[in-house]
């Protein structure tokens, strides 16, 4: 096989890796705060389970102001930041930054949309242990 079409192959084969590790990148917008006992809950109460699931999947949490949070997740080669705005109603998980992730203005690396589903799951889980 010639030196450019082995070359070709590479390029394209790069490029088939790679498309598969961006996926369009995942939000949460406006998630409802329920518990299974359909009891409402302070904002202070949202707060705490939001830090306590974030803490427990690795991010590292920083209030900015009542309402609002930033989550970092710093891996080796990876970073990902995001803001957390809240209510005793409902929460939103939006991207903020990043590093090594390949993101480009709409598609990320789907690491951090993994990061973000479990953020997410993670935080319903302590909303309904908080009553």
Known sequence: MNKKLTGLILVLLT????TGCVKPIHNVH???VMTVRDVSM????????IIKAGVHRGWK???VKSGHIIATLDRSNYMA???IKY???KYSLTYKNSR???????NIHRNYNN???YLDRAIQVYLDRMK
């Open 15 to 18: 490029t088939l890796f790679i």
């Open 30 to 32: 406006d998630s409802a």
């Open 42 to 49: 302070s904002k202070d109460q949202v707060k705490r389970a």
């Open 61 to 63: 949490m920083r209030e």
């Open 81 to 83: 930041q995001i803001d």
């Open 87 to 89: 209510t005793e109603k």
């Open 100 to 106: 090594g992730l390949n993101y480009d203005g709409t």
């Open 115 to 117: 990061w973000i589903i």
